[in-house]
């Protein structure tokens, strides 16, 4: 959020393609219980579902990355009037989250390349990622614009149900948080202490 791109690009190649650090949960008890599998899965608590922005998508249908189990309309949740659609990525109350991995360091990387004019090497970035996923190569425009349309679907799906959407949503300005008591969020922890910009008064 500096915009020191080739700072964050030089630091994203630090991360080897091997990298995973995932936070670790169990069912011993519910203070250890994964939170996000506890209260969006059928078996445990139909607190939360899929938002129709994922569910509705042919392209995040077909995607690995975003698991859901869609059973249609008259599948309901907590109330008798919104649909639940069940997260399947973290079914148990001791499936790991990742909090960091080498994909978001190759996103990283890619957005970076993007805004600093290469494109080409922007789009291998994105295909090592996508080929991770058994995905086939993304072969659209390199244009800036093409290319950081693809880059914010990539991180959307990649990152899923990481906490880190509502970050890119404010980053990229996105219409869909566009009104104005919508972007009062409060500032993370990462951020804040990374980024002395963050708070400054």
């Known amino acids: ?59 995040y249908k077909a995607d690995p990355r975003t698991p859901f189990r869609d059973k249609g ?37 890619a957005e970076a390349e993007i805004r600093l004019g290469n494109g080409g090497r922007a789009a291998d970035l994105i295909n090592q990622v996508r080929a991770a996923a058994n995905l086939p190569a993304y072969t659209g425009g390199t244009g800036q614009t093409e290319l950081l349309a693809q880059l914010r679907y990539e991180r959307s799906a990649e990152l899923w149900l990481q906490a880190q959407s509502v970050t ?12 104005p008591h919508d972007n009062c969020f409060e500032i993370g922890q990462r951020e804040w202490d990374s980024n002395p910009l963050s708070h400054a008064p």
């Open 73 to 109: 309309d008259t599948a309901k949740g907590p109330d008798p009037i919104r649909q639940f659609v069940e997260q399947l990525k973290y079914p148990q109350r001791d499936t790991p989250i990742p909090m960091s991995t080498w994909q978001e360091a190759r996103l990283i990387e």
């Open 1 to 59: 959020m500096l915009k020191n791109y080739a700072g964050a690009r030089d630091d994203a190649k630090l991360i080897p393609s091997t990298f995973k650090f995932n936070a670790i949960y169990s069912a011993n008890s519910t203070r250890e219980n994964n939170g996000v599998a506890t209260l969006t899965t059928t078996v445990i608590r139909r607190e939360a579902g899929v938002n129709p922005r994922f569910y509705k998508s042919a392209t």
């Open 168 to 179: 890119d949503l404010r980053r990229f300005n996105d219409p869909y948080i566009a009104a």
